[in-house]
């Protein structure tokens, strides 16, 4: 209700062309103030965060080949969890933003959105830690066992988690962008559903784009996962279509 309150406020103000700048100022600041805060605070708890994110990797030795690694290392891992714990903050910070040029009906769109697309975010952050992170791991452990010991660099390892936890939690807003695009009636379900198979495909290529590890298992779960998201964002727009096509039924 707040955030409902706030852009209803923000609505009511007539803004000139500078307040406009000065607001977007703001914003940005406000913005970079709340991840810059972030950022410390994971940095004071960065010993215990990176033992967490190491559990992946089990028996296998993480060394540090260079002075300095794990430093970079830490500052990576805050910096990646600041950005991730300040996103709802910047989200909001965004709607206060671009709610007075929106329409009614798109105003009614910004909650739900926002709501799902955060939601899909820490979904997505799940999704590559249960179940990505470590079915890839595991296969590169298994795929040489007989023959090399797994001693990894650290920020090696670190790069390969941090990278592929963001990329499919990004992945996840799949949804959220095909509810908002047909609810404005950019999209429709029908082409959604008929384009089926170059979702299937451009699944594939997205999955090995983002994956870091490029293995095919890891490549393949988040294909399939991908496919599964695109065919909930065309149930999400059927059901936007259907409660428009009632609100209008019943206008007449």
Do not use: C
């Not at 028996?59 to 709802?88: C, M, N, R, T």
């Amino acid at each position: 209700m707040k955030i409902i309150d706030a852009v209803k406020n923000e609505s009511d103000e007539s803004m000139t062309f500078s307040d406009h700048l000065d607001e977007l100022r703001q914003r940005i600041l406000n913005s970079i103030y709340s991840i810059i805060i972030s950022i410390f605070f994971s940095f004071l708890i960065i010993k215990p965060l990176i033992s967490f994110l190491e559990i992946p990797a089990g028996d296998i030795h993480l060394l540090q080949l260079a002075p300095g690694e794990f430093l970079f290392v830490a500052i990576k891992v805050a910096g990646y969890s600041g950005l991730i714990v300040s996103i709802p903050y910047v989200f909001y910070q965004i709607i206060l933003f671009i709610s007075p040029g929106l329409t009614k009906q798109e105003k009614n769109l910004l909650l739900p959105a926002v709501l799902g697309s955060g939601l899909l975010f820490f979904l997505g952050l799940l999704f590559s830690w249960w179940v990505l992170v470590p079915a890839a791991i595991n296969f590169f452990i298994n795929f040489g066992a007989d023959i090399v010991e797994p001693t990894w660099s650290i920020e090696r390892y670190f790069d390969f988690v941090l990278l592929l936890m963001s990329s499919t939690a990004i992945a996840f807003q799949l949804p959220v962008l095909q509810f908002i695009l047909g609810s404005l009636g950019i999209i429709t379900t029908e082409k959604m559903i008929s384009n089926w198979k170059i979702v299937v495909l451009s699944s594939a290529i997205l999955s090995a784009v983002i994956t870091p590890s490029t293995d095919p298992l890891t490549m393949s779960l988040l294909s399939i996962s991908i496919v599964f998201l695109y065919f909930i964002g065309a149930a999400l727009t059927f059901v936007s279509e259907s409660l428009k096509a009632k609100t209008l039924s019943s206008s007449h």
